[in-house]
């Protein structure tokens, strides 16, 4: 039965390119149907107007629905896009450098919980109904908006309409080039936002982050545990030593039901390299599972970078420890990680880049293999290349650098000399720049003063705070 609804769901959610070919396809009817058309109320005048709605599948991203609403009596418009998939497990952020007028070009999807900022402009747009658009039609659509009116707040209000007359200037120059390079950031809670990749795009201009969400993020999207139940794992006795080669289970909450569930952990001992941590949930409630690895020990005083020339099929079978703050880079691929990508991962070199091929593969291409045919024909054939490289790195047909740069040095890659050096392996500790040391909190931790005038002042602000409470 899954198996029947999920082919069910794909022949709903065509791309528009096989959309377009089945209606080609179709003998004997006039009129091919692609939108379903339904008789609906127009807000604005209260009179029946037409909504149109096509399920489809974006390419790099899932299935949405694309909805058009016209009166032909008002004459009011308007569209909206609304996703078609669930809730997602974690949050996500994306960040875009733009550098370009090519980068303007590139599609966004914005959902009804994603908040959008302009960095440098200073400009957030609150979540509001979703959009499939363009970097430039997202700009566009928000200078539009603050023009209107502005010859009545002229005469009504000149200051206001100065500032805002700045702010539209800025926003011009930023649409015609003029204000090159300037950040795009979306962050959704749901999951369910997106801006478009492109094969070859260097480390740091295009970003994605996925985040656990707060409990109150989960209670804004409505994901609260409404079943009353108060299951889950007993209380951890903190008297428990956690000993190697045995599995310790804790309670937790499932980030995608908020329903309790439990979380697994097992030490580790990796020769030659320290102790991690392997951590698993599994919610039974929704059927959530994630697996995590996790290094311990304390903050070494400066990162690594390792360095691996994969020559052979031995070399894909090293086991490899990729950290959360890892960065991977192959050159000969063209393949470039950022810190924060996979997450830790403990698997072998194969494995990796199996991993990296399947998940970036799905996104990209149909479930049938096909490519999207909205994609330009220059990108497809980068895309192709930059798999094709993938799957002959991974059957081992060419040699290629794997470089893991990692600022907390928390990351491995098996010897296979140990305990003597291995000629294909460098491993060299540098210094973390200022920063990697703000974005890992380094920068912000105090290390000393923790029993001296520091403790002293913390008391009397403690002090302080409850005498003002009693004094209420």
């Given amino acids: 039965m899954p198996h029947a609804e999920e082919e069910k769901k794909d022949d709903m959610f065509r791309p528009i390119g096989e959309a377009v070919e089945a209606v080609g396809d179709e003998s004997g009817n006039d009129e091919p149907q692609v939108m379903d058309n339904i008789e609906s109320l127009c807000m604005n005048c209260h009179e029946q107007g037409n909504t149109r709605l096509l399920l489809t599948r974006i390419p790099f991203f899932r299935e949405v629905v694309l909805m058009s609403f016209e009166c032909p009596h008002c004459f009011f418009k308007n569209c909206e896009i609304q996703s078609a998939s669930e809730i997602q497990e974690r949050g996500c952020s994306?960040?875009?450098?733009?550098?370009?007028?090519?980068?303007?070009?590139?599609?966004?999807?914005?959902?009804?919980?994603?908040?959008?900022?302009?960095?440098?402009?200073?400009?957030?747009?609150?979540?509001?109904?979703?959009q499939l658009t363009t970097i430039e039609g997202l700009l566009t659509t928000v200078l539009d908006d603050l023009s209107a009116g502005q010859d009545q707040r002229k005469e009504?209000?000149?200051?206001?309409?100065?500032?805002?007359?700045?702010f539209l200037s800025k926003g011009?120059?930023?649409?015609?080039?003029?204000?090159?390079?300037?950040?795009?950031?979306?962050?959704?809670?749901?999951?369910?936002?997106?801006?478009?990749?492109?094969?070859?795009?260097?480390?740091?201009?295009?970003?994605?982050?996925?985040y656990e969400r707060t409990k109150e993020q989960n209670e804004h999207l409505g994901l609260t545990d409404t079943s009353g139940e108060a299951g889950g794992a007993q209380p951890i006795d903190n008297n428990d030593p956690i000993r190697p080669d045995e599995i310790h289970t804790f309670p937790a909450t499932c980030p995608s039901c908020v329903r309790p569930c439990n979380t697994h952990m097992k030490l580790v001992e990796i020769p030659h390299f320290k102790e991690v941590v392997i951590m698993s949930t599994v919610c039974d409630s929704c059927g959530y599972k994630s697996n995590e690895v996790k290094t311990g020990g304390a903050v070494p005083s400066k990162g690594r970078i390792i360095t691996l020339q994969v020559e052979d099929e031995e070399d894909l079978k090293r086991d490899i420890l990729k950290s959360e703050t890892c960065g991977l880079k192959c050159p000969e691929l063209n393949l470039d990680l950022t810190p924060g990508t996979l997450g830790g991962r403990f698997t072998t070199i194969e494995g990796l880049l199996a991993?990296?091929?399947?998940?970036?593969?799905?996104?990209?291409?149909?479930?049938?293999?096909?490519?999207?045919?909205?994609?330009?024909?220059?990108?497809r054939?980068?895309?192709?290349?930059?798999?094709?490289?993938?799957?002959?790195?991974?059957?081992?047909?060419?040699?290629?650098?794997?470089?893991?740069?990692d600022p907390l040095a928390a990351s491995y890659v098996q010897n296979l000399c140990a305990p003597d050096p291995d000629p294909q392996l460098t491993i060299e500790d540098v210094e973390r720049t200022k920063e990697q040391e703000e974005d890992l909190g380094i920068s912000d931790m105090v290390t000393e003063g923790y029993e001296g005038p520091e403790a002293e002042r913390v008391k009397a602000e403690k002090a302080a705070m409850e005498a003002a409470s009693e004094g209420r």
């Fill in 94 to 130: 994306y960040t875009l450098r733009v550098n370009s007028k090519e980068d303007m070009d590139r599609q966004v999807v914005k959902s009804e919980t994603c908040v959008s900022r302009f960095t440098e402009l200073g400009l957030e747009i609150p979540a509001q109904r979703g």
């Fill in 156 to 166: 009504q209000q000149p200051e206001a309409w100065a500032q805002i007359e700045q």
């Fill in 172 to 210: 011009r120059d930023m649409l015609e080039g003029r204000a090159f390079p300037f950040t795009l950031v979306i962050d959704d809670l749901a999951g369910n936002s997106w801006i478009e990749p492109r094969p070859g795009d260097p480390r740091g201009k295009w970003e994605r982050k996925d």
């Fill in 355 to 379: 991993q990296v091929h399947d998940e970036l593969h799905q996104r990209i291409f149909a479930d049938k293999g096909e490519i999207s045919d909205s994609i330009e024909a220059a990108t």
């Fill in 381 to 405: 054939d980068n895309w192709e290349k930059f798999f094709q490289g993938l799957r002959d790195a991974k059957d081992g047909k060419m040699k290629f650098t794997c470089i893991l740069d």
